[in-house]
């Protein structure tokens, strides 16, 4: 069995801690002691943000990072699709026991279940924005 994948909720964080301070730029040491995670864990995460084009990113010693857009431009599914996450719900990889008919066709059947169950976990992320999430955190400060 896998264990869940945390790199959504890592990015979501990241995220949020860059939103909760728009317009400053935060060194990647702060943002890992935010996370309390290595730093090379929010590295990478930086470099998948970077990539899809929610964060600007500068190298080096005084290296930092900062959002692209506001806030109010951002949804929780920019932040999930550019985390790398694998999809939330997935049917399993074990073998097909040929003898049995649940083991020949449960993998078909749920597939379109599940299918649904990821765009509806999508669409509900796309109607969240990430100053959503920030106005969340500064309520429950």
């Not at 990015?11 to 090379?40: C, K, Q, W, Y």
């Not at 084009?53 to 929780?76: E, F």
């Not at 279940?113 to 796309?126: C, G, M, P, T, Y």
């Given at each position: 069995?896998?264990?869940?994948?945390?790199?959504?909720?890592v990015?979501?964080?990241?995220?949020?801690?860059?939103?909760?301070?728009?317009?400053?730029?935060?060194?990647?040491?702060?943002?890992?002691?935010?996370?309390?995670?290595?730093?090379?864990?929010?590295?990478?995460?930086?470099?998948?943000?970077?990539?899809?084009?929610?964060?600007?990113?500068?190298?080096?010693?005084?290296?930092?990072?900062?959002?692209?857009?506001?806030?109010?431009?951002?949804?929780?599914?920019?932040?999930?699709?550019?985390?790398?996450?694998?999809?939330?719900?997935?049917?399993?990889?074990?073998?097909?026991?040929?003898?049995?008919?649940?083991?020949?066709?449960?993998?078909?059947?749920?597939?379109?279940?599940?299918?649904?169950?990821?765009?509806?976990?999508?669409?509900?992320?796309?109607?969240?924005?990430l100053?959503?999430?920030?106005?969340?955190?500064?309520?429950?400060?």
């Amino acid at each position: 069995m896998s264990a869940t994948s945390v790199q959504f909720t890592v990015a979501a964080h990241i995220m949020a801690a860059l939103g909760f301070r728009h317009g400053e730029e935060l060194p990647s040491v702060m943002l890992a002691e935010s996370v309390n995670v290595d730093l090379t864990f929010v590295r990478k995460s930086l470099s998948k943000l970077s990539k899809a084009g929610l964060i600007v990113t500068t190298r080096g010693k005084n290296g930092a990072s900062r959002l692209t857009r506001s806030p109010k431009q951002i949804t929780l599914l920019d932040i999930y699709r550019a985390s790398g996450a694998p999809p939330t719900f997935a049917i399993h990889s074990y073998p097909v026991e040929k003898r049995c008919p649940i083991s020949c066709n449960i993998k078909g059947c749920m597939s379109s279940v599940l299918k649904k169950a990821q765009d509806s976990f999508e669409n509900s992320l796309n109607g969240i924005t990430l100053a959503d999430v920030v106005a969340e955190i500064r309520r429950a400060s």
